[in-house]
């Protein structure tokens, strides 16, 4: 399961340049890539809040339902790794622990809204009996430099 950190940052790789494509409807640049077990990308999303209209179109659940749909009534997404720009929110967190995701790698730490230590750590709640395994910084100052750049425009 511990994944080597080039085939991690690789995946980062292809989550922000789907991150680049949210800027193009306003929408805060975050990227989501799920891949399977065999390292098949399976789910990709962005961020699309402004887009869609939709306070809960994070990149990350666009993604787990895209990896879902891709497997069919198999939506659980055991033996996955869902990859994202940035340290998950709450809702994001409860969700990947919902598909029984069973890695998550993420970019840049959100010290305002994240759940995945930075504020709260859900994936990682011994109460809960799903824990998936959890790298984060991956990338993190690429990731953050992009954020930076979109509220530098946007402000
Ligand atoms: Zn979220």
């Not at 292809?14 to 990227?31: F, K, Q, Y």
């Not at 961020?47 to 659980?76: C, F, K, M, S, Y």
């Not at 919902?98 to 709260?120: H, I, M, N, Q, T």
Request: aromatic content about 6%; hydrophobic content about 45%.
């Amino acid at each position: 399961m511990d994944s080597p950190l080039a085939y991690d940052e690789g995946l980062m790789g292809r989550a922000l340049t789907l991150a680049s494509r949210a800027v193009e409807t306003g929408d805060v640049p975050v990227g989501a890539v799920v891949v399977d077990a065999d390292g098949t990308v399976i789910g990709e999303g962005w961020n699309a809040r402004e887009r869609d209209g939709d306070p809960t179109a994070h990149a990350e659940v666009i993604a787990l339902r895209a990896a879902a749909a891709a497997r069919g009534e198999e939506w659980r997404l055991d033996g996955c790794t869902l990859v994202v720009t940035l340290e998950p929110c709450t809702m994001c967190a409860g969700a990947l622990v919902l598909a029984r995701v069973s890695r998550l790698v993420f970019g840049a730490y959100d010290e305002k809204a994240g759940a995945v230590g930075s504020l709260w750590d859900v994936v990682r709640d011994r109460r809960l009996n799903h824990r998936p395994e959890v790298r984060g910084g991956v990338r993190a100052e690429e990731a953050a430099a992009q954020l930076l750049a979109f509220f530098a425009d946007h402000r």
